[in-house]
């Protein structure tokens, strides 16, 4: 079959690898559908994170091929949207609802490797989660959202607490950030500030119910937060980018009080803690347990009252999978959906 692997930073290649087969009963085998690239991918592709001929991508949908002997969940021929996040839904955390720190956890990129044609996806029955049945086309990019993005948004808009006469402010405006407006849209808040320099991502942003655009970052963006809401700062706020401005904005855009969810995949951000310990915050955050929110998420799709597949502004097949990062890397596109 034919994937994606990153040879060193920005060295991504389609090669030829072998096709994946049932290693243990709790495995299925998914013909993939779709596939995309994350911003996360980034950091290996910019050097951040070392990289040395790492299997890529673990957003995903698609069909299923073969079960493994106690798989009960799925069944062959069902669609199929996956987590990020390996997990068995069964331990006492994936019960309390955080899948992605399950006993046995695995990431996706890691195990499966799913820029690519086929995948073996471990622990199928508590990391698949099958649609009604088989999809309209134009649903599919919106389910490839739930993957990764939807989920990891709605998680950081929960995580801060949104809902209804909030007002929440959204650090950072990549797929992430733009799903955590149309999260906290849908959780009924009251008021929602995007801060973004971005056009194109302004106008999505407000698509997805945002009624504020700020510019301003570092203070300056602290200070407007500040100013939009009475010199208090926000109910909720959520970081999507990962980088210490943003998280210390994010800090200082919070109120008293208030609720800060962070998603944001850091390197190196220094939190002071006596600024933390002033600020007076609840904070939760972290990768997000996508699996818990699926089931819920695929149904808004299916029923079409929600549209995340606009996230995704370019569009190319998995053999272009290296002018996708390219394109990421260099902000010409928000969000690389890869058709296989």
């Known amino acids: 079959m034919r994937g994606v692997v990153m040879y060193t930073p920005g060295d991504v290649r389609v090669v030829d690898r072998d096709d994946p087969k049932i290693a243990e009963p709790t495995d299925a085998i998914i013909r993939l559908t779709a596939t995309c690239i994350c911003g996360s991918d980034l950091w290996a592709y910019r050097g951040v994170e070392p990289v040395d001929h790492q299997i890529m991508g673990h957003e995903y949908v698609g069909v299923v091929e073969e079960v493994g002997a106690e798989v009960k969940n799925v069944k062959v021929g069902d669609f199929v949207v996956g987590s990020f996040v390996i997990s068995d839904n069964t331990c006492e955390i994936c019960q309390a609802g955080f ?26 029955d ?51 950030g733009l799903m ?34 700020v510019e301003e970052r570092g203070d300056e963006g602290v200070a407007k937060i500040k100013e939009l809401t009475g010199g208090l700062g926000a109910h909720s706020v959520v970081e999507a980018v990962g980088t210490q401005e943003s998280f210390m904005q994010a800090v200082g855009a919070t109120r008293g009080g208030g609720h800060l969810g962070y998603v944001g995949v850091n390197h190196e951000v220094q939190i002071p803690g006596i600024e933390l310990f002033f600020a007076g915050i609840h904070t939760l955050g972290g990768p997000a347990p996508v699996r818990r929110f699926l089931p819920d998420l695929i149904q808004l799709i299916w029923d079409r009252k929600i549209d995340p597949g606009k996230v ?25 959906l890869l058709t296989v």
Not at 102 to 124: D, K, S, W, Y
Not at 145 to 172: I, N, Q, R, Y
Not at 187 to 192: K, M, N, P, T, V
Request: some cysteine; overall charge neutral.
């Open 312 to 336: 995704f502004d370019l569009t190319l097949s998995l053999e272009q999978a290296a002018e996708g990062y390219k394109a990421m890397n260099e902000r010409r596109a928000t969000k690389v």
């Open 99 to 124: 899948q992605s720190q399950c006993v046995h956890a695995q990431f996706a990129n890691a195990v499966a490797g799913t820029q690519a044609e086929r995948a073996r996806i471990p622990l199928a």
């Open 126 to 176: 508590g990391t698949l989660v099958a649609t009604p049945g088989q999809p309209d086309p134009e649903l599919i990019p919106s389910l490839l959202a739930a993957s990764d993005v939807l989920g990891t948004g709605w998680f950081a808009a929960a995580a801060a607490e949104a809902g209804p006469g909030k007002t929440v402010a959204v650090v950072g405006d990549g797929a992430v």
């Open 180 to 213: 955590a407006i149309l999260a906290a849209k849908q959780l009924g808040a009251e008021r929602i500030i995007a801060m973004s320099r971005h056009k194109d991502r302004q106008e999505l942003a407000r698509f997805y119910g945002a009624t504020d655009i």
